[in-house]
C-alpha cells in the first residue's frame, strides 16, 4: 500500500499538499500520514511556565492534525494515521521516514509567494538521497487544479 507523508500546519499550502495526497492515495488505493510538528520553544521560562507553553503548543498541533484528518475523512473517506512530534522539522522528518520505510512519497507544499517555506527549501537540497519521492505541491492552486493535477 501507497503511503503518501503530508506535514501540516497552519497554512494555505500544507491545505493543498493534503488535498493532492489524499488525491493521489485514492487513485493509488494507499493511504495519508499527517505529521503534525511542535518546534522546540525558543526560549525557557521558569519551569510551570515553561511546561505550560509546551503543553498549549502541542495541544495546538493536535487540534489541527485532528481537524486535517477530519477534513479528510469528510471529503475522500480516508482515515489517515496521525503523528504530533516535537522538534526541529527537518530532523523530525527524517526520523518518521526512517520509522516509518513503507512511506512511498513525501507531500509538502510550497508558499505561493516569496520563499516556498523551509521545509521545502531543505528537502529540494537534499531530494536525491531521500528514501521516497519528494512532491511539492504549490499552496497558489486550487482545489480544482489539484483535483485535475492528481
Request: with cysteine; aromatic share 4%; glycine share 10%.
Amino acid at each position: 500500500m501507497r503511503v503518501y507523508l503530508v506535514v501540516i500546519d497552519e497554512s494555505q499550502e500544507s491545505h493543498s499538499a493534503l488535498r493532492f495526497a489524499a488525491r493521489r492515495a485514492i487513485d493509488t488505493g494507499g493511504t495519508v500520514h499527517i505529521l503534525a510538528l511542535v518546534p522546540k520553544q525558543a526560549f525557557s521560562a521558569f519551569g510551570g511556565v515553561q511546561a505550560t507553553i509546551e503543553e498549549e503548543a502541542r495541544d495546538r498541533a493536535e487540534v489541527m492534525a485532528h481537524g486535517a484528518a477530519g477534513e479528510l475523512m469528510s471529503e475522500s473517506g480516508l482515515m489517515p494515521q496521525i503523528a504530533v512530534r516535537e522538534g526541529d522539522g527537518k530532523a523530525v522528518i527524517n526520523e518518521y521516514l526512517t520509522e516509518h520505510p513503507e512511506v512511498a512519497a513525501l507531500v509538502l507544499g510550497a508558499a505561493p509567494e516569496g520563499n516556498p517555506g523551509p521545509l521545502v527549501t531543505h528537502f529540494t537540497a537534499c531530494a536525491g538521497t531521500l528514501q521516497c519521492p519528494l512532491f511539492i505541491v504549490p499552496g497558489g492552486l486550487s482545489d480544482e487544479e489539484i483535483d485535475r493535477l492528481s
